[in-house]
């Protein structure tokens, strides 16, 4: 019974279209590039003598630059059309993350962390506008839920990546301690790296270049009343809310969560793994939405999945 399950959802996969699938690709080795960075730059500044206040303001600041990123978004989709978007951002992510790894002077770093943030909130928010735009309507659902699982998937191993490579670095440059600013250095320029290649799946594609998709006649306009837009308002602010509370919880402990492990004697290897754990985790919670959705009503789905899966706020 398993082994047919797995094949009818291999041959969905398998039925998804070209642009999806160079998507998919695409996002996974960029959140490989993220994970890196997610786990080692914190210890990185730290490593620099820049304590808990400076990566603090570091992550406002970014935080912030998302914020006012993501207000402007529509307007460039709109405008440029999400494929150039993506493909400017990831450019962009690319120059500056080399730039936050060669970088110590503490006013630089605050500003790369504003570009960097704009960079992020591109690259976080399109990921559904692509897949509406491309991806056939009966499947949505589906795509979704295996691209925000790939994600989560990508983050861990860029979570051990970013743990292994420290060590790695200590044994094969001399003078360099695995707990050293030189080894994070050279940790975020490997991911850095690794992020290169998903430039290869964007350029790859050929309709998602044209500005506009082809139209979706399984798609008609809903006729809305004055009453269902109003609904729909105080639902948004509602989801909108909610998601600030847990952003701002989440706020308070991400940034600072591998600094505290490492203060408990854990080696970036370490807290490599116990990233790598929460995103394994998120993985399998975020492939178990729909079913938790058809059985028990999508909000219902939505609490449970964010309650389990703090790193979802993030998607």
Known sequence: MAHRDMGRYFRRVSSYGREIKLFLLFNMLVYIGIGVFTLVFNLYLYSLDLREDYIGAFSAVQTLAMAAAALT?????NRYGTWRCILVATAANLVVSLGLAVTEHPAVLLVLAALFGITLAYLFTTTMPFIIEWGRRDQ???IATLGFSLISLSTTF?????????SLAARGIPGVDSESAAAYRWTLIVGTFVTCFAVLPL??????RRKSPKADAAAPRAVETPADRKQVRRDM???VGLGGVMSLGAGMVFPFYNVYLSSLGAS???VGLVYAAGGLTAAV???SAPAVSRRFGSIWAVFWVR???PRSIYC
């Open 203 to 208: 350029l790859r594609m050929t309709e998602a």
């Open 73 to 77: 978004m529509g307007r460039f989709l």
């Open 307 to 309: 309650l389990r899966s």
């Open 237 to 239: 602010a509602v989801f």
């Open 285 to 287: 919670i975020g492939l």
């Open 158 to 166: 860029g979570s051990l990546l970013g743990g292994f490579v420290p």
């Open 268 to 270: 970036a290897g370490e």
């Open 140 to 142: 949505r659902q589906d």
